[in-house]
T-cell receptor, first 114, second 116 residues
Framework: GAVVSQHPSRVICKSGTSVKIECRSLDFQATTMFWYRQFPKQSLMLMATSNEGSKATYEQGVEKDKFLINHASLTLSTLTVTSAHPEDSSFYIC??????????FGSGTRLTVV | AQSVTQPDIHITVSEGASLELRCNYSYGATPYLFWYVQSPGQGLQLLLKYFSGDTLVQGIKGFEAEFKRSQSSFNLRKPSVHWSDAAEYFCAVGAASNFGNEKLTFGTGTRLTIIP
């Protein structure tokens, strides 16, 4: 079946530094990737949608200069949290899709900014 | 705009008892419907999905869900829960048209606790 690998699973960084999270589709080529943010005991909030080779489409209220998304290939998308602050601490989840084959989610990344 | 409502924030069920988790959706076009399960600190695992056809769909781990268009509902059921079913459950809706290229809209989730 479709597998999506998300790395790292946990990261702790200092305030003001940047963190990169990778999302890879291991056995299929993902035409579209989605990045979600999940606050404790809450649902998933879509941050942005990205298609290979084009700029990501950000949801309203999401700072594109802070959350940089790159989808350079059909199997890899990255989310970089720039100049991270404690309020950016959260659980980030990616999802990859290939048309009618549906959506496959990564296992998530717990970001803690100290 | 589409929306998903999961009325129950938290449900507690005895092991071996039956389970029903409610989901209502609002969508202007033909919806695709999903149920996902999330264990603490983990991503989402697909339990089942409804695209078309038989309105009663079977999923993994003994779960099933019934699509009722007249009630805009897609409730998840299991006849006998196991302690390992304790998790967070999310209902989601997606566009039938352009499927896979557009986002899923998630409900707020239902946390399931299993007691011995």
């Amino acid at each position: 079946g479709a597998v999506v690998s998300q790395h790292p699973s946990r990261v702790i960084c200092k305030s003001g530094t940047s963190v990169k999270i990778e999302c890879r589709s291991l056995d299929f080529q993902a035409t579209t990737m989605f990045w979600y943010r999940q606050f404790p005991k809450q649902s998933l909030m879509l941050m942005a949608t990205s298609n290979e080779g084009s700029k990501a489409t950000y949801e309203q209220g999401v700072e594109k200069d802070k959350f940089l998304i790159n989808h350079a290939s059909l199997t890899l998308s990255t989310l970089t949290v720039t100049s991270a602050h404690p309020e950016d601490s959260s659980f980030y989840i990616c999802s990859a899709s290939k048309g009618v084959y549906g959506y496959t989610f990564g296992s998530g990344t717990r970001l803690t900014v100290v | 705009a589409q929306s998903v409502t999961q009325p129950d924030i938290h449900i507690t069920v005895s092991e071996g008892a039956s389970l029903e988790l409610r989901c209502n959706y609002s969508y202007g076009a033909t919806p695709y419907l999903f149920w996902y399960v999330q264990s603490p600190g983990q991503g989402l695992q697909l339990l089942l999905k409804y695209f078309s056809g038989d309105t009663l769909v079977q999923g993994i781990k003994g779960f099933e869900a019934e699509f009722k268009r007249s009630q805009s509902s897609f409730n998840l059921r299991k006849p006998s829960v196991h302690w390992s079913d304790a998790a967070e459950y999310f209902c989601a809706v997606g566009a039938a048209s352009n499927f896979g290229n557009e986002k899923l809209t998630f409900g707020t989730g239902t946390r399931l606790t299993i007691i011995p």
